[in-house]
DNA sequence: CGTTTTTGACCGGCGC
DNA sequence: GCGCCGGTCAAAAACG
């Protein structure tokens, strides 16, 4: 559809996805790509780690039977109501898909990222849809549909049951505008890798913050302006990176007040970030 | 007042 | 054919 050449991203979206798969790995998270019938445009899925709390990305949708997740044909759209006209355009017909021509699949991809923080931000501004309890799961799956009208990326965002600190996330489609967030980098983060690489360094630098959201702890480290230029980097980030991100990713509970910082993570800190870049 | 979230209902696909 | 389940709609409520 659109978007997919709608902006200038240094790095190809092979490389940009590639490159997080690298860096989810380091951290021993599962990463991959749901088969959304576009097989090719990405690289291949990750090999799922064995140590893996919630086994594969499928998660997305592997929580549920074998009739959801990517192998659930979106057919699903059963509105076919004329309030969903911008939907009906890409639409052959709404609730008309019958086996054989099933409506075109959009491609998609789920990432699993490990945090109390339910919905990620990614740089894009997300309409909540809905909202379902999911079998076999305790944690509901909530959908997002970008508020962008002319855009129908779509959202799914759960918990893994296996390992509630999980937080599974499938993104369907591909943005046809910029972030609202960071013009710039927006641009590549309308791909599907891009989005995920967007979100995910977005994720690892500020949402996993909470220390850092806090007043007292933006004095203490990094200042919010620090952060956001760090997101107009791309993922190739060297392993310095690396072992923020993995400081970051610790649950929020441990990240409550700056006291709880373990003091050789300060120091690490301190060496990842350059006095000057660092507030007060 | 406009936008977003919540939530129950509805629809269609799939397995049995 | 029936029931289960995922996905979506849409009205009402909540929010800024």
């Not at 379902?132 to 759960?158: G, I």
């Amino acid at each position: 559809m659109a978007g997919a050449s709608c902006g200038d991203w240094p790095f190809s979206a092979e490389e940009a996805y590639a490159d997080s798969l690298a860096l989810l790995a380091e951290l021993g998270w599962a990463a991959g790509f749901v088969d959304d019938g576009c097989a090719g445009e990405l690289l291949p899925p990750l090999d799922p780690p064995p140590a893996t709390p919630a086994g594969s990305v499928d998660g997305a949708g592997a929580s549920s039977s074998s009739t959801d997740d990517g192998a659930t044909p979106e057919a699903a759209d059963a509105d076919g109501k004329p309030a969903a006209a911008t939907e009906a355009a890409s639409k052959p017909a709404p609730g008309k898909t019958t086996k054989g021509q099933k409506r075109a699949r959009q491609p998609r991809f789920a990432f699993m990222t490990k945090t109390e923080i339910d919905h990620l931000e990614d740089g894009y501004r997300w309409r909540k849809y809905g909202q379902k309890a999911v079998k076999n799961s305790p944690f509901p799956r909530s959908y997002y549909r970008c508020t962008n009208s002319k855009c129908t990326v779509k959202k799914r965002v759960e918990r893994s049951s296996d390992d509630p600190s999980v937080v599974i996330t499938t993104y369907e489609g591909q943005h046809c505008h910029h972030t609202v967030t960071f013009p710039r980098g927006g641009a590549g983060a309308a791909t599907l890798a891009g989005q995920m690489a967007f979100s995910v360094h977005h994720h690892l630098l500020c949402n996993d913050l909470p220390a850092l959201h806090s007043p007292t702890a933006q004095n203490s480290l990094f200042s919010r302006p620090v952060l956001s230029s760090s997101l107009l980097q791309p993922l190739h980030c060297n392993r310095q990176d690396l072992q923020v991100a993995s400081y970051t990713m610790q649950p929020s509970s441990t990240m409550s007040s700056p006291a709880s910082v373990p003091a050789v993570d300060k120091a690490l800190l301190d060496d990842m970030v350059p006095p000057a870049m660092r507030h007060g």
